[in-house]
């Protein structure tokens, strides 16, 4: 018999289901990470007809995934691909397949050799029909950039066959090359060409031409290079009996081709190289530049380490000479042994860099190149570059008689404390070299217009934008009469010149630049800079939203002025992003779309209307869709991470505060699933500067490498707050503290946060702060910081290892923000330095700080850990071996969230403490074990 449902049934049923909902869903745990998917590569045909994606995950094999633009729902899967891209004609996908991540991993826990380790293969794919074609042992495959519908496969060298033991015959033992097969085809197989020892080869842009150098076999077959014209199938010998050929190109429709080439032997100290030409339609090969020729920079000789460059009317061609280095007679002399040759750094006052940045920069200056330039129908050479001016700045697309080029050598002792150093500017003659000086010591990064009438750049020094007219030799302040707005970072809080909001480019003909506001573009006519319109009408600034062009052309030169501006937007205040589109000349800007979620990535095919766009929030995984410029009926084409549907996620919020001083800031706070507000769950608090623009980011569950993994916690039923900071300058810690405190404050007021289960965690800055907190507070429970500066007085006179820089700079001028030198403000570095006052910490602490920081001076950690030691408090050190400033390792990431999650749930939750909290980990036990081990005693 039926029976009615009451309403009061319905909902226990409903209830029921929620419930059994929850439990099926669980926690996020450190197993998770290794096959969280990511997205990559994803490209579409110049047509629009076909995209492609790689989707990987953390460890594993990944896979490639192409399908028709007009059916997402029919994908072709190719497995651990990689390197792939479609042909120009957008009608074929190639790339390597991986040999299987588990196979070769037991085959490396075998101790196999590398020549036995299993090798990269190859895939055709042609999307008309579905034909998949693949080839084994290939070290590399090449096709051509712009045109043509060609591959060149290079394979692996072919291991010999092994001998039958009754075979008594004597077996010939194989050549010495280092050439291997080289298979030129047709990507539709219809025409195919090989060559063997071959060592390197090339398409021209267009795909009319492949050259290919052979090495030499043996000694008895000479080293050569060769041209293949693809239109006839023909090989020419270029040259051949040299020890090296490098450094190939083609002018950019392939008339001629240039390479780089010696006849020294390979162990040559100083080998001497000379640069030889030929004409494509008739390859007959000559030394075009030797050492001797004149006009290049004295002292010189042809550099191998510089890349050959035509211009695009394949009139001139650039190449590279360096520094011949006399020989010195200590160096030379043989007589002395090495165990009494004198090595020691000099660190001498004069210099302009110091011992440590000379050491780090030396394999680069020994290969320092000067560009040079040579006209091909006169032969004559102009030295463009030179010892004193050596940063000259040739486009992409080389269509001027003359370049930019700038030098600090003026200004460069100073880098030490002033990173913001001067430049001298100028205009070199590509056809004489003769420079020409625009200005002496600008603050900015000048960059040429497309026609080539102005240079401009942003002066940090007067917070203006300026532009040089080259014709009348003025110089055009751009933005100093525009009323009522600033062009500099409005929120920038350092002690350093504030940076731009940037530059969208020029119009056609150089008629005007559009620059950026906060929140608006201009466009300002350097001729009457008075006149500038605001082409987004001030709507940005009035409803916070800021207005950037969306670049749909990457081959574009200038903006058309006729063409419709498409801009993406994003609010400061709610976070939402999207799309609208704006005229040159100006109006309100009409909006596209405008949601809670984070675009990013818009790609539009060459030749249609179609695009590939991203898309994610905190939930929504940054998944690959399709439309075009409407942005209209998106169609999601990947599906990242399913799994996580079966996970606890969680969620994130907005919250608005105030700082001590009562300036509105917000923070990210962020909730576990089947959050309830009246629970009280433990707090998680990190920070680092500001974060609340990532509202609607996508955050990885990844093992971390040097930071809490925000998800993973959130999962694991913390709350996670993340705070923005605005700093006072010459108050970095205080000032930390009077925006995270009340941030912390204000989340623990609304009732949910177990105020006595509360922590902190950050790294770098971030561990300078965590370090800072727990000397003014005891409100946190347990306390992460990672690589933190503790002691300002001693870190200040350090060395960030990673580039050989001093750190004075990041004192005076920018992170930490104290504004002076040590000896002008040592109360400053003294009051905001933790080490002084680590006798008020009561706190347990968990610092990692590894050996190998090239960033923050690992002493620093060694200073706190001490500190805390010699006070008796709860404080463990965690040092990595051979580690940076992060973690590199992801063996070490892994045990770093491991042991991070044990700290703070031990102090948190109340879990049992594992073994190397309460036991320690001593040296004889080292490699031995982990001690993950909870202790429950």
Same mark, same amino acid.
């Given at each position: 018999?039926?029976?009615?449902?009451?309403?009061?049934?319905?909902?226990?049923?409903?209830?029921?289901?929620?419930?059994?909902?929850?439990?099926?869903?669980?926690?996020?745990?450190?197993?998770?990470?290794?096959?969280?998917?990511?997205?990559?590569?994803?490209?579409?045909? %110049?047509?629009?007809?076909?995209?492609?994606?790689?989707?990987?995950?953390?460890?594993?094999?990944?896979?490639?995934?192409?399908?028709?633009?007009?059916?997402?729902?029919?994908?072709?899967?190719?497995?651990?691909?990689?390197?792939?891209?479609?042909?120009?004609? $957008?009608?074929?996908?190639?790339?390597?397949?991986?040999?299987?991540?588990?196979?070769?991993?037991?085959?490396?826990?075998?101790?196999?050799?590398?020549?036995?380790?299993?090798?990269?293969?190859?895939?055709?794919?042609?999307?008309?029909?579905?034909?998949?074609?693949?080839?084994?042992?290939?070290?590399?495959?090449?096709?051509?950039?712009?045109?043509?519908?060609?591959?060149?496969?290079?394979?692996?060298?072919?291991?010999?066959?092994?001998?039958?033991?009754?075979?008594?015959?004597?077996?010939?033992?194989?050549?010495?090359?280092?050439?291997?097969?080289?298979?030129?085809?047709?990507?539709?197989?219809?025409?195919?060409?090989?060559?063997?020892?071959?060592?390197?080869?090339?398409?021209?842009?267009?795909?009319?031409?492949?050259?290919?150098?052979?090495?030499?076999?043996?000694?008895?077959?000479?080293?050569?290079?060769?041209?293949?014209?693809?239109?006839?199938?023909?090989?020419?010998?270029?040259?051949?009996?040299?020890?090296?050929?490098?450094?190939?190109?083609?002018?950019?429709?392939?008339?001629?081709?240039?390479?780089?080439?010696?006849?020294?032997?390979?162990?040559?100290?100083?080998?001497?190289?000379?640069?030889?030409?030929?004409?494509?339609?008739?390859?007959?090969?000559?030394?075009?530049?030797?050492?001797?020729?004149?006009?290049?920079?004295?002292?010189?000789?042809?550099?191998?380490?510089?890349?050959?460059?035509?211009?695009?009317?394949?009139?001139?061609?650039?190449?590279?000479?360096?520094?011949?280095?006399?020989?010195?007679? *200590?160096?030379?002399?043989?007589?002395?042994?090495?165990?009494?040759?004198?090595?020691?750094?000099?660190?001498?006052?004069?210099?302009?860099?110091?011992?440590?940045?000379?050491?780090?920069?030396?394999?680069?200056?020994?290969?320092?190149?000067?560009?040079?330039?040579?006209?091909?129908?006169?032969?004559?050479?102009?030295?463009?570059?030179?010892?004193?001016?050596?940063?000259?700045?040739?486009?992409?697309?080389?269509?001027?008689?003359?370049?930019?080029?700038?030098?600090?050598?003026?200004?460069?002792?100073?880098?030490?404390?002033?990173?913001?150093?001067?430049?001298?500017?100028?205009?070199?003659?590509?056809?004489?070299?003769?420079?020409?000086?625009?200005?002496?010591?600008?603050?900015?990064?000048?960059?040429?217009?497309?026609?080539?009438?102005?240079? =401009?750049?942003?002066?940090?020094?007067? =917070?203006?934008?300026?532009?040089?007219?080259?014709?009348?030799?003025?110089?055009?302040?751009?933005?100093?009469?525009?009323? $009522?707005?600033?062009?500099?970072?409005?929120?920038?809080?350092?002690?350093?010149?504030?940076?731009?909001?940037?530059?969208?480019?020029?119009?056609?003909?150089?008629?005007?630049?559009?620059?950026?506001?906060?929140?608006?573009?201009?466009?300002?006519?350097?001729?009457?800079?008075?006149?500038?319109?605001?082409?987004?009408?001030?709507?940005?600034?009035?409803?916070?939203?800021?207005?950037?062009?969306?670049?749909?052309?990457?081959?574009?030169?200038?903006?058309?002025?006729?063409?419709?501006?498409?801009?993406?937007?994003?609010?400061?205040?709610?976070?939402?992003?999207?799309?609208?589109?704006?005229?040159?000349?100006?109006?309100?800007?009409?909006?596209?779309?405008?949601?809670?979620?984070? *675009?990013?990535?818009?790609?539009?095919?060459?030749?249609?209307?179609?695009?590939?766009?991203?898309?994610?929030?905190?939930?929504?995984?940054?998944?690959?869709?399709?439309?075009?410029?409407?942005?209209?009926?998106?169609?999601?084409?990947?599906?990242?991470?399913?799994?996580?549907?079966?996970?606890?996620?969680?969620?994130?919020?907005?919250?608005?505060?105030?700082?001590?001083?009562?300036?509105?800031?917000?923070?990210?706070?962020?909730?576990?699933?089947?959050?309830?507000?009246?629970?009280?769950?433990?707090?998680?608090?990190?920070?680092?500067?500001?974060?609340?623009?990532?509202?609607?980011? *996508?955050?990885?569950?990844?093992?971390?490498?040097?930071?809490?993994?925000?998800?993973?916690?959130?999962?694991?039923?913390?709350?996670?707050?993340?705070?923005?900071?605005?700093?006072?300058?010459?108050?970095?810690?205080?000032?930390?503290?009077?925006?995270?405190?009340?941030?912390?404050?204000?989340?623990?007021?609304?009732?949910?946060?177990?105020?006595?289960?509360?922590?902190?965690?950050?790294?770098?800055? $971030?561990?300078?702060?965590?370090?800072?907190?727990?000397?003014?507070?005891?409100?946190?429970?347990?306390?992460?910081?990672?690589?933190?500066?503790?002691?300002?007085?001693?870190?200040?006179?350090?060395?960030?290892?990673?580039?050989?820089?001093?750190?004075?700079?990041?004192?005076?001028?920018?992170?930490?923000?104290?504004?002076?030198?040590?000896?002008?403000?040592?109360?400053?570095?003294?009051?905001?330095?933790?080490?002084?006052?680590?006798?008020?910490?009561?706190?347990?602490?968990?610092?990692?700080?590894?050996?190998?920081?090239?960033?923050?001076?690992?002493?620093?950690?060694?200073?706190?850990?001490?500190?805390? %030691?010699?006070?008796?408090?709860?404080?463990?050190?965690?040092?990595?071996?051979?580690?940076?400033?992060?973690?590199?390792?992801?063996?070490?990431?892994?045990?770093?969230?491991?042991?991070?999650?044990?700290?703070?749930?031990?102090?948190?939750?109340?879990?049992?403490?594992?073994?190397?909290?309460?036991?320690?980990?001593?040296?004889?036990?080292?490699?031995?074990?982990?001690?993950?081990?909870?202790?429950?005693?």
């Amino acid at each position: 018999m039926l029976r009615k449902i009451s309403g009061v049934m319905l909902v226990c049923l409903f209830l029921a289901v929620g419930s059994l909902s929850a439990q099926q869903k669980r926690s996020l745990t450190h197993d998770d990470y290794d096959g969280w998917e990511s997205l990559s590569s994803n490209r579409i045909t %110049k047509d629009g007809k076909w995209v492609g994606y790689m989707i990987s995950p953390q460890e594993g094999d990944g896979r490639l995934e192409i399908l028709s633009f007009k059916d997402v729902s029919k994908k072709f899967v190719i497995s651990r691909a990689q390197g792939w891209s479609f042909s120009p004609d $957008g009608a074929f996908a190639v790339g390597k397949i991986e040999p299987q991540a588990d196979s070769v991993r037991l085959l490396k826990l075998k101790k196999t050799k590398k020549d036995d380790m299993p090798k990269d293969s190859l895939f055709i794919y042609q999307m008309a029909n579905g034909n998949l074609e693949k080839m084994a042992n290939v070290k590399s495959f090449s096709i051509p950039q712009e045109e043509g519908s060609w591959i060149a496969i290079q394979f692996e060298k072919e291991k010999p066959a092994k001998k039958d033991p009754s075979d008594s015959t004597k077996t010939e033992k194989p050549k010495k090359t280092d050439g291997t097969k080289l298979l030129v085809r047709s990507l539709d197989g219809s025409k195919s060409y090989e060559f063997e020892r071959v060592k390197s080869y090339g398409f021209s842009k267009n795909g009319d031409f492949l050259q290919y150098v052979l090495a030499e076999e043996d000694t008895l077959d000479n080293a050569a290079i060769q041209l293949l014209n693809l239109a006839t199938g023909e090989s020419s010998l270029l040259h051949e009996g040299n020890t090296s050929y490098e450094r190939v190109s083609f002018s950019p429709e392939s008339k001629y081709l240039a390479f780089v080439s010696t006849n020294d032997s390979a162990k040559a100290e100083k080998p001497y190289y000379e640069i030889f030409l030929t004409t494509t339609a008739s390859p007959d090969v000559n030394v075009l530049i030797g050492n001797e020729t004149p006009g290049l920079l004295e002292d010189s000789r042809i550099s191998s380490d510089a890349s050959i460059r035509f211009s695009e009317d394949e009139s001139r061609m650039f190449f590279g000479v360096m520094d011949d280095y006399v020989d010195y007679d *200590y160096e030379s002399d043989t007589t002395i042994l090495d165990e009494d040759r004198v090595s020691l750094d000099i660190w001498g006052w004069q210099d302009a860099e110091i011992q440590p940045m000379q050491l780090k920069n030396k394999s680069r200056e020994q290969k320092r190149t000067y560009t040079a330039t040579i006209d091909l129908s006169d032969k004559q050479v102009a030295q463009l570059e030179d010892r004193e001016v050596n940063n000259v700045v040739l486009e992409s697309k080389i269509e001027k008689d003359f370049a930019l080029a700038w030098t600090d050598a003026p200004y460069r002792r100073n880098y030490s404390w002033d990173i913001q150093i001067g430049r001298d500017l100028y205009a070199v003659d590509i056809e004489t070299g003769a420079r020409t000086l625009i200005e002496k010591n600008i603050s900015g990064y000048p960059s040429l217009s497309p026609e080539g009438k102005y240079v =401009s750049w942003y002066s940090g020094r007067d =917070s203006s934008w300026v532009a040089y007219d080259l014709a009348s030799k003025k110089q055009i302040d751009l933005t100093e009469g525009i009323e $009522g707005v600033v062009f500099y970072d409005e929120l920038h809080d350092s002690p350093s010149l504030p940076g731009s909001y940037g530059s969208a480019g020029w119009l056609a003909d150089d008629a005007a630049i559009l620059i950026y506001d906060r929140f608006d573009i201009w466009k300002i006519d350097p001729k009457n800079p008075s006149a500038a319109v605001n082409l987004t009408s001030g709507e940005g600034r009035k409803q916070s939203i800021q207005f950037r062009r969306q670049d749909l052309d990457r081959e574009e030169r200038s903006i058309d002025p006729k063409a419709t501006l498409y801009l993406t937007a994003f609010n400061e205040i709610n976070k939402e992003s999207g799309m609208y589109t704006g005229k040159i000349n100006g109006g309100a800007p009409a909006k596209i779309i405008m949601t809670p979620h984070r *675009y990013y990535g818009l790609t539009k095919a060459k030749d249609s209307d179609e695009i590939i766009i991203r898309r994610s929030t905190y939930n929504e995984n940054p998944d690959l869709y399709l439309g075009d410029l409407s942005l209209k009926n998106l169609k999601k084409a990947s599906d990242l991470n399913p799994q996580q549907a079966g996970i606890k996620w969680g969620s994130v919020e907005l919250v608005d505060y105030l700082a001590n001083d009562g300036t509105p800031l917000q923070g990210l706070l962020f909730k576990p699933e089947y959050f309830d507000e009246n629970k009280k769950y433990p707090m998680m608090v990190y920070f680092y500067e500001r974060n609340s623009d990532g509202l609607y980011n *996508y955050r990885t569950p990844a093992p971390s490498a040097s930071t809490i993994n925000i998800p993973y916690f959130v999962s694991n039923d913390y709350v996670v707050f993340v705070p923005d900071i605005k700093y006072e300058l010459g108050l970095p810690g205080p000032s930390a503290y009077d925006c995270i405190i009340p941030g912390v404050q204000s989340v623990v007021a609304k009732g949910f946060v177990d105020k006595e289960n509360m922590a902190i965690q950050g790294q770098s800055w $971030g561990g300078y702060q965590v370090a800072y907190l727990i000397t003014q507070t005891d409100m946190f429970k347990a306390a992460g910081a990672g690589a933190p500066v503790v002691n300002m007085t001693s870190a200040y006179g350090g060395i960030r290892w990673g580039t050989g820089m001093s750190r004075m700079f990041q004192y005076e001028q920018t992170q930490s923000r104290i504004g002076g030198t040590l000896w002008q403000k040592p109360l400053y570095y003294i009051e905001n330095s933790p080490l002084f006052f680590m006798d008020r910490v009561n706190t347990p602490v968990l610092i990692m700080h590894n050996d190998e920081d090239g960033a923050v001076p690992w002493y620093q950690g060694i200073e706190m850990f001490m500190a805390l %030691k010699r006070l008796n408090q709860p404080a463990w050190l965690l040092q990595y071996n051979g580690e940076d400033h992060n973690l590199r390792q992801r063996k070490n990431r892994k045990d770093l969230s491991v042991r991070l999650s044990q700290f703070f749930d031990h102090y948190l939750k109340g879990a049992p403490a594992p073994l190397w909290m309460t036991e320690g980990l001593p040296a004889v036990e080292k490699g031995r074990t982990l001690k993950y081990e909870l202790n429950d005693k």
